[in-house]
């Protein structure tokens, strides 16, 4: 009995752990709006899958960080944006960790889903990786 219980909190314990972990993302893209009241972002960027123009919301926390600029209110529609992103648990959405205006390269509309890093472009293969 003491046995199945162990297992019971143990698979509880993971269930919640499990639920809890943020997927994070790396948007890169330009500013297609601004909601200072809601502290949002709107971000457009090209969907490397499809090909297709897309908008993300992400919402700026106190705790977000900025790089380019010093603060929220210092960010213009049309500029160019690197923004680490956490996707929240349920509904919250996606929260800025950090924004970057001022090594962004204008051609480089992405997102990527995973550990935060960044996006490296691809290089053509030496002679040695040649098969």
Do not use: C, R, W
């Amino acid at each position: 009995m003491k046995k199945i219980q162990i297992a019971s909190l143990t698979l509880l314990v993971a269930l919640v752990f499990f639920q809890g972990v943020a997927n994070a993302k790396t948007i890169s893209g330009k500013i297609a709006g601004i909601n200072t009241a809601a502290s949002k972002l709107s971000i457009g960027y090209t969907d490397l899958a499809t090909g297709k123009e897309e908008k993300v919301d992400v919402t700026i926390k106190p705790e977000t960080t900025y790089s380019g600029v010093a603060v929220f209110a210092d960010l213009k529609e049309g500029q160019a944006v690197l923004v680490d992103a956490i996707e929240g648990v349920g509904t919250e959405g996606l929260s800025a960790a950090s924004i970057n205006t001022s090594t962004v390269e204008p051609k480089a509309e992405t997102v990527a889903e995973g550990p935060l890093s960044p996006i490296l472009p691809a290089t053509e293969k030496t002679e040695e990786h040649k098969m």
